[in-house]
């Protein structure tokens, strides 16, 4: 077992580890944010997309204690987070989610899209989700949701 | 899926994580990004006794230009090259590149020495890297060594960087202005394993000229007949880029040769039109 | 309130905690002492099981299938003649039949653990030859995969009927061979299942990432025999189903099985590699067809031919023989076919065991059907879209009782595909066809239309004699002391938005507001028993029953209503959550607050069932209401690399009254691009000795949102005469045509090449492939 410290939605966590758990089994199993899913475990469905220091990443492919010291962001942690809140509330409206497994690594990559990329048409909307798996929806609602925010921060 | 029991050190320094490679009696991996090793471990494919992650040290992630040249410390992150945190030495070679590799999230941890270093085949960089006349600064014990990557792959997964050596980065020579180049990447949807890359970089200031064929099954396979017919400004058909591809590589079935063809035809029209 | 009711678009109750992360999958729940479930699983296809040796020092943590004391097999019946039983084991006994199949179960506190241990167990198998082609495997003289059998065919049915007199006549007669390959259903979220004894209920607890709880408490109940009152299960949030957790499978019963005998809680979550190799997978049909038509094309008569590789097992309780039986009964499609002969085969192999999965065995039918309709066009020199219009059941001919005795309710076939015809303009892409594109790559059109059945009920089960027969739904509906409504159900919502429509129904039966109606799905303690969704019937089946249940409620409503008003039950009626009077209205809360708090005030004659009440419902007749729809789409082929884009795509369909056009829409969206799966990427091959060669996202690929056009959707609403408030199911209908229609279109961009593909998924290899074939044939 390893000691890990890291900060998870703002708050400082000091844990044993063993190396090999990665950083979705250990804030789902040991800090019990279930939020992360786990689609695929080998970093290609992004159902455990979280934020590592502010960037998405894959929490299925990166163990626990090499996040020694970083940030981490989980679905969990965005209730401050005005520009999520806008995509929570765009993916609600465009009908963007219908089982919701692929929901919170789909809001974490379309938060990111938004903030890196304002002026992304549908094209390249399409071509950052490509990462994300959905299998209910057809990406139609969520393609629509990711455009609306941009749209809406456009005429802001 | 979860992988198999493994201990793991994080190296401080480039000399502790040659020490620690040379010291552990085991198979030992040395964790960069993981964005490879990561699926390997979960699917127990790799079940190194020793993790030696190398992600925190700082001298790997350093971005250097020369006059000539640019060099890319092994811990650089696809997405910093996708966002222009690296100067474009490239005419936006490696830019285009970086931010086509894989996904956003595993651009935003996986590494250009852990791509290089791995040598999948079907891997953006080591062809890419290669057209673009790269080497590879390696150090071990002994000292540091520079390996071009025409000598650096040694066929799929595999390269001459020994057991306790690391990987410290990639010079990529300077383009000049007139430089040109194209790279086409077949795959069956973005973001998944390259079927076919070809990846062509022509620069008659400096009298370079390279065609390369991706994602095969092996080593990234240069191609000088082309090279020699783009630089003399000469395109090349689907037809003829087949007739050179068997010229050096006769294990091809039909389909793979095809697409093959199309992927070296398509990145030399694209660096002759560019 | 009727603003929010049936036919409103609403947004949806249940996205809240999927937007925040506080959904609860099977997965999330933890409980204190839990164990966690790998298995070992054979590598080898098919082979006699000589040996499982456990480690020495944790033989008491990893069972056999020895150790599963009555432990029953998975008994799928089915009453067909000719079907034969192919038990699944609950771990493999005398032989191994597919790579994947469980060996042993390895408990360990953390998953990580268990497939440690897992790892240490030494499997020795004998190999035996596999069977892996189901066609080649129907003849006599190849390898048998159950020992007992004399072949390996588990089903033939066969639609007789003289069409000798048509086949010598017709002027056009088309033949092809159609094959919609094997693939997995990959809901995001993999089966998984978490099961404790509950001391204090006596009770087995079983959550289970699962459509159908009620039938799985029975499945649980009879192959551990246990009593059912002793078994309880729940479905918390299911991440997607597809048909795949409309099944009971090995490993629930072993988890369920280590959960009595250790005490403890056992956890099984299904991981990515698993689902891809070892779970059920779907679709593997082959399909020989010849349609008889006139000059005009007008079909004459159609004779087909279904070979169904179903796996090795037959799954419980929906055995392996009702893709091939819905294949042959459903193949004249929406068509007009005076004459129709069949056969059908279910093959048994050394793979995983095959299940329906959305659309059931349809969008194979519609594969290879509507690839006729275009051979049949190409044959007459038509164009494909005048052929299959013509050939449509008309409006007028409703209700319809085709050839294979399935009667259409309502619709106009016909105009759907007009209107789908309108919105890719047809005639410009024609005219666009005619020049070239400026990149060199081919463009093409197609076309697929269906009926699909949904909710078919008794009578249709009932032919098939499985296991479970669905009969009457029931709803349960409670007005809570404050004037909401509790709605019980005994199906489950996992995705389609059934805790927002179900609460519709109630709100334009009631005029209560969906916000203040919960939804219980998904849990057999709380809920009237049902055997859970599937076939596309849950909204038709628990939407009736709501209604009817509703209905009752609201006599009793405005019975009390009346009385507290001093007035007439018949001058009140329920408007708006309120029971409404000629000059005074009295609120649900009101009437809640009396019943519960204040029966003094209630009147002498009040019906003593209160305020809640379940009633049953069933379609009648309940063989079915037909829902509907045409899809187009436009591809782009790029002849040197093989890879196929879908530029365009639209729908127009009719499932009768839509109770929410948001729901309906993202159904037939998300339907649409899992049939893009099957046409053009998903495929789950082996090799010759039976190793799958998809064990991973790496190599099986699903349509991301690159693969995926922005749908374009038309309605028309035909509601049912048989069902209440006319509405049909829609669930599963979006992916029926789409292989079929992308075939078209493919092949229709392909023409000028003379190559064609008949082959799902239409891979870049499979075009490349019937080019180089075309221009060898032309040389």
Redesign the interface.
Known sequence: M?QVTMTVNGRSVTQLV?????LA?FV??QL????????????????C?VL?DG????S????A??C?SAQVT???GF?DDALMADM?TA???N?A????????GM?V?AR?IVRRLPDAD?KR???????????????????RAILSVLAKRKAA | MKPAKFDYERATDVAHAIGLLKGSGGFTKILAGGQSLGPMMNLRLAQPDLLVDIGRIEALKRIEKTHDSLFIGALVRHAMIEDGKAPDTTRGYLRSIAGNIAYRAVRNRGTVGGSVVHADPSGDWPTAMLAAGASARITSANGARSVGLDAFFTGAYSTVVGEDEVLEGLSVPAFSDHARWGYYKICRKPGEFADSIGAVVIDPARSYARVVLGATDGAPILLPALASRVAAGQAVSIADAGAAIDAVHSGFDPFDRQIHATALSRAITKALAA | MSDKGIGARILRKEDHRHLHGRANFTADIAMPNMLNLAFVRSGIAHGRLVRVTKPADAADRVFAFDDLVGVKTLRAVSKLPTYKLADYPCLATGKVKFVGEPIAACLADSRAEAEDLAARVAVEIDPLPPVMDMVASRAPGTAIVHEDWSDNIALTIQIPSDIDEVVRTAPVKVSGEYKMSRHAMVPMEGRAVLAYWDDRQDQLVVYSATQVPHLNRAGISDILDIEQRQVRVIAPDVGGGFGLKALVFPEEIVACWLALRTRRPVRWIEDRVEHLIADANCREHHYRISAYADRTGKILALEGEVTVDAGAYSVYPFTNGLEAAMAIGNLPGPYHVPAYRGKAYTVTTNKPPLAPYRGVARPGVAFAIEQTIDAIARAVGRDPFDVRLENLVPAAAMPYTSVAKKTFDSGDYPEALRRVARMLDLPGLRERQKRREPDGRLIGVGFGCYTEQTAHGTSVFASWGIQLVPGFEQATVRLTPDGGLEVRVGVQSHGQGMETTIAQVASTTLGIDPARVNVVHGDTGLTPFSTGTYASRSIVMAGGATSRACKVLATRLVRIGAHLMQCEAKDVQVKDGKVVGPRASVEFSEIGRVWYMRPDELPPDVDMGGLECTVGYRPDPDYGTFAYASHGAVVAVDPDTGVVEVLDYVICEDCGTMVNPMVVEGQAFGGAVQGIGTALYEESPYDDQGQPLHSTFADYTLPGATEAPMIRIDHMISPSPHTEYGIKGTGEGGNIPTSGLLANAVNDALRSLGAEVHETPITPRRVLEAIARARKAAA
């Open positions: 390893k063993e190396p090999r758990t990665s089994d789902r199993e019990r944010f279930t939020g992360t899913h786990l689609g695929c475990e080998h970093g290609v469905c992004g159902a997309t590592i960037e998405p990443q894959r299925c492919i990166t163990y204690v090499s020694d989980t679905i969990e209730d929570r993916f609600h409206e009908h989610l219908q089982c919701g497994y692929c929901t919170p809001l990559t990111d549908e909307v399409r071509l950052e989700l490509s990462g994300n798996l959905c299998r209910c929806t057809g990406y139609v609602g969520i393609v």
